[in-house]
Nanobody, 125 residues
Framework: QVQLVESGGGLVQAGGSLRLSCTLS????????MAWYRQAPGKEREFVAS????????YYADFVKGRFTISRDNDKNTTDLQMNSLEPEDTAVYFC??????????????????WGQGALVTVSS
């Protein structure tokens, strides 16, 4: 069974940076495409970014393009989300997701294989 654990959330001022990390255990990390989603209070969980098992393909939501970067290290079983130029609107709980399909992990959240517990990111104005 896949288990995901996020770390790196916290409080930051607008314009600042944070880096989230997600570690996968229980299965072979390189078999999984990975993604980050976020959920703000009172809103639905939304896609942020995803990366293929090899790292050769990545996708981003329009609202984070140029500010966030997703990466992965298949030797360390981790995927990171580097967040720069943070805005108060980025305040949310950020969730790591894993699935064998890049299509599912990017576009079909209801069928994603595994989710992390979430990491709170708060951006103050």
């Amino acid at each position: 069974q896949v288990q995901l654990v996020e770390s790196g959330g916290g409080l930051v001022q607008a314009g600042g940076s944070l880096r989230l990390s997600c570690t996968l255990s229980g299965r072979t990390f390189s078999s999984y495409a990975m993604a980050w989603y976020r959920q703000a209070p009172g809103k639905e969980r939304e896609f942020v970014a995803s990366i293929s098992w090899s790292g050769g393909q990545d996708y981003y939501a329009d609202f984070v393009k140029g500010r966030f970067t997703i990466s992965r290290d298949n030797d360390k079983n981790t995927t990171d989300l580097q967040m720069n130029s943070l805005e108060p609107e980025d305040t949310a709980v950020y969730f790591c997701a894993a699935d064998r399909s890049i299509r599912v992990v990017s576009n079909d959240r209801d069928h994603v294989n595994a989710w992390g517990q979430g990491a709170l990111v708060t951006v103050s104005s």
